[in-house]
């Protein structure tokens, strides 16, 4: 049984491919396995070992990907946006007392501005040329000697930050085990073998993109060829190239690419996917039947977070079982339905909670988070999601919305995941997230932003009627942002918290 990240890739042939980028050789297991052994070595002598926490700053590619499974089976990792400010690196790397940064050879950004303030070793990253995809060696003025501690199950092997959109952001701990018992559930539940290949095109300091396209592939003894960042313009030109039977992605990039699909039906045609993966956010359902008709291949979507090391659910993969609409069947954990003010589990619609050997132990120094956030019942601890949903009759679990997203209007709750889904039946609209905004009297209100499809004039007053022949009144938004482009977080998802403010939809007192 697989119980540590070191443990997901120390079987497999050494000549079978691990990483690839573009333009570069492949590294072999047997070459990511000599690179563990080197980084461990350099670590050690920098004086970092068990239990210390390696901040990272790398750009998206194989040297990421790789740097967070050799570092990891020495101390603990903590990758950082590269797109964050000084003030914000000086939080995150005090917040998680970091021991040291690990940077590029050539950074000189607003990381090491603040590593350096705290006085923290600064760890450099050199790509030797000609090296393969992922091959990289390390330096550093820090000098030491590190106990030679193996990791176990029960070591922090990553720690990531919960997105601070409502509150202070909190620190999830993952644990050995937890990272190694989620890559098998990816593994398992999209039957991926030695022979699959995926094209990341997921930033490598976000959960989704580390465990479902790295160690899960890892742990099935495949490849994983790494793209640095997603890009539509360049995505079947890269496709092309990596040859994969898979990518993942969040929804709002599998848009972007269906807009330019039609023009690389070749390069689709000769490169058959085993099938496409969509998590973070719900897929529309008019999405995944698009992605499903293009591609030829079965469009699975996986819901996941943080707390969970990523998968908690995952439609299944064989062919027709995947459900437009849904998240899926429980794919490794037990995923349950409780009370969203009552600590106990319940049927029906209500927030959904999970249980398992994938789910974080707690947040870090936060007792508050952890009274919460986790319940006992039935004997077992259930983490709350905070999603809001219910299973059918089939099993398969239908997410209507996280609970915070909700909108009140004067006592009427809507689902903005609902107005999405009829908005999108709008033959000119591309891309819609429902918000909501204040409103005096009721509280809140029903807003949309839009974006139409190329060549398209559809106005406010046109999408509003067509949703008002669709849903009842409450819900149709009273107001309809056409715009160029949706803002979107760091990892591509709309938000929809906060977007009022961002658009000027809020009134200054």
Known sequence: MRTTVTSLFSDHPADAPAFGAPERAWMSYGGLRALSAEVTASLQGMGIGKGDRVAIVLP???????????????????????????????????????????????????????????????????????????????????????????????????????????????????????VAASAEHIRASLELTADDRCMNVMPLFHIHGLIAAVTASLAAGGSIWCAPGFDALRFFGWMK???????????????????????????????????????????????????NDTFGAPVVEG????????????????????????????????????????????EGTGEVVISGPNVTPGYEGNPEANEKNFFMDQGQRWFRTGDQGAFDA??????????KEIINRGGEKISPLEVDGVLLDHPDIAQVVTFAVPHPKLGEEVAAAVVLSEG?????QDIRAFAATRMADFKVPRKVIIMDEIPKGATGKMQRIGLAEKLGLVEKA
Not at 306 to 329: C, D, L, R, W, Y
Not at 394 to 403: E, F, P, Q, V
Not at 456 to 460: I, N
């Open 60 to 178: 998206n590619g194989p040297e990421m990907a790789a740097a967070f499974v050799t570092v990891a089976q020495v101390a603990t990792t903590a990758p950082l946006n590269p797109a964050y400010r000084e003030e914000e690196y000086e939080f995150y790397l005090s917040d998680l007392r970091a021991k040291a940064l690990l940077v590029t050879a050539d950074y000189d950004g607003p990381a090491l501005s603040a590593a350096q303030k705290s006085g923290m070793a600064i760890i450099r990253l050199h790509v030797p040329e000609g090296a393969p995809a992922g091959y990289f060696t390390l330096s550093s003025d820090a000098m030491g000697s590190a106990a030679p501690d193996a990791v176990t199950a029960d070591d922090i092997a990553l720690i990531l930050h919960t997105s601070g959109t409502t509150s202070r952001p909190k620190i999830v701990p993952l644990l050995h085990s937890n």
């Open 456 to 460: 398209s004039e559809a106005s406010e």
């Open 241 to 291: 190239e990596a040859r994969p039977t898979w990518y993942t992605a969040v929804p709002t990039m599998h848009q972007a690419i269906l807009s330019r699909a039609k023009r690389n039906a070749d390069i689709i045609a000769d490169t058959k996917l085993r099938f496409l993966r969509s998590s973070s956010a719900s897929l529309p359902a008019q999405v995944m039947v698009a992605l």
């Open 303 to 346: 819901y996941g977070m943080t707390e969970a090391a990523h998968q908690m659910a995952s439609n299944p993969i064989g062919a027709g079982k995947q459900k437009p609409g849904a998240v899926g069947v429980e794919a490794g954990p037990k995923v349950r339905i409780a009370h969203e003010i009552e600590n106990r589990l319940m």
């Open 394 to 403: 089939d099993g398969y679990l239908i997410l209507t919305g996280r609970l």
